[in-house]
């Protein structure tokens, strides 16, 4: 694990000096925002190595899209064989591992319909509900002068993507992460860092609070 999460975070340029596995990495020399590189960080330090690994990654992956791996392929434009290849390897490619904290996030929110496996009633519910009530039902920082026409709107549409990227971020996190923490409460803050990254983009052009 500790040398894949090197490998992505010098390919996904994470900035800042953080701790991967206990160990301080050092900073990319590029000055950003701190919450514009939120998931290359949060991918850099859950970023799988080895067949196992590999394997269950790329099957949360595809859950979190629809629950097919056809679904992940067609969506990273590649075909099921190369994501067979991947697992054998224990290994994702240099050139794909940026497709993961740039896109893929993004496409789990913008797949708006339920999925077929989805379930609503418990399986990634909680860590959404800990979100709403910790932002004031207000996670996608919209203004507060366009709360009351879009907040029920944005979390109705996109409710379904935010119970899988949950439970994604749930099946990725390591247990020293959380243990003596709730564990939904938990997850839910890595989706409040994942939405100050992707909201402007789910908004489109909408304004933003940050």
């Given at each position: ?49 080895g ?22 392929a ?37 797949n708006?319909?339920p ?68 564990l ?27």
């Amino acid at each position: 694990m500790m040398k894949a999460a090197r490998t992505a975070c010098k390919t996904f340029g994470c900035a800042g000096l953080f701790t991967v596995m206990g160990h301080p990495q050092k900073a990319s020399a590029r000055p950003v925002a701190i919450n514009a590189n939120y998931l290359s960080i949060w991918f850099a330090q859950h970023w799988p190595e080895g067949e196992a690994e590999v394997t269950a990654f790329l099957s949360s992956a595809a859950k979190a899209l629809g629950g097919r791996e056809a679904d992940l392929a067609r969506y990273m434009g590649v075909s099921r064989p190369t994501l067979s290849s991947w697992k054998t390897r224990g290994a994702i490619p240099e050139s794909h591992t940026t497709w993961f904290f740039d896109e893929f996030p993004y496409a789990v929110l913008s797949n708006t319909a339920p999925a077929p496996g989805d379930d609503l009633r418990h399986a990634g519910l909680i860590p959404v509900l800990h979100l709403l009530k910790a932002t004031s039902f207000n996670p996608f920082g919209l203004p507060q002068e366009q709360l009351e026409d879009a907040a029920v709107e944005l979390i109705q549409r996109h409710l379904p993507g935010l119970a899988r990227l949950a439970l994604f971020v749930q099946h990725q996190l390591r247990f020293e992460e959380w243990v003596g923490q709730d564990l939904e409460r938990f997850t839910a803050e890595v989706l409040h860092g994942f939405l100050k990254v992707l909201s402007p983009r789910l908004l489109r052009g909408r304004a933003v609070s940050q």
